[in-house]
């Protein structure tokens, strides 16, 4: 016999969720960024904030690095490739609660590739009203990134952190 767990389907709120990125790069050090967030859900079961389901959907199409010229490469075929990649997605396959909030397994997609993730995550809020805050490092070229002549000045491993706030 299974348990019925009632909750909540949150929408996750784009106007005040956002990810960062940082990537090494020889000459200026860190490069860092933003991606918006612009939807999601999280599945929570009542009076808790740990969820059993997250969904979210990024737009790498308006992604910024506060360099325009940077901005535009990063759109090109070697990079990001957003005319034929216009979003990235990710939905959780496994949930398991740590001390300050929880562990997230899921299938990210980028640049056309899905490859599975783990997201580590620090819950804020109360139930009512949860945030999140999700870190993790992905191998820019495990989602097909092309090597191009700058690959030895910038890292591979690009870490990103999550922002996220319910309506």
Do not use: C
């Not at 997605?89 to 640049?111: C, E, Q, R, W, Y």
């Not at 995550?121 to 992905?138: A, E, M, R, W």
């Amino acid at each position: 016999m299974h348990a019925l767990i009632l909750g909540a389907l949150l929408a996750i709120d784009p106007s005040k969720s956002i990810a960062t990125f940082s990537v090494t790069h020889i000459f200026v050090e860190h490069v860092t960024g933003t991606v918006p967030i612009v939807s999601g859900s999280i599945d929570v079961p009542d009076g808790s904030t740990i969820p059993t389901h997250v969904e979210a959907t990024l737009d790498p199409t308006r992604f910024k690095t506060d360099e325009p010229d940077r901005d535009a490469a990063l759109q090109d075929p070697d990079w990001f490739d957003t005319k034929r990649f216009p979003t990235w997605t990710f939905a959780s396959t496994k949930i398991v609660p740590t001390a300050k909030g929880f562990t997230m397994d899921g299938n990210f997609t980028l640049h056309g590739v899905t490859q599975p993730e783990e997201i580590n995550v620090v819950v804020g809020g109360t139930p009512d009203h949860p945030t999140y805050l999700g870190t993790l490092q992905i191998d820019r070229h495990a989602f097909g990134m092309s090597k191009t002549r700058l690959d030895p000045v910038i890292g591979n491993l690009v870490d990103v952190t999550l922002a996220i706030k319910v309506k």
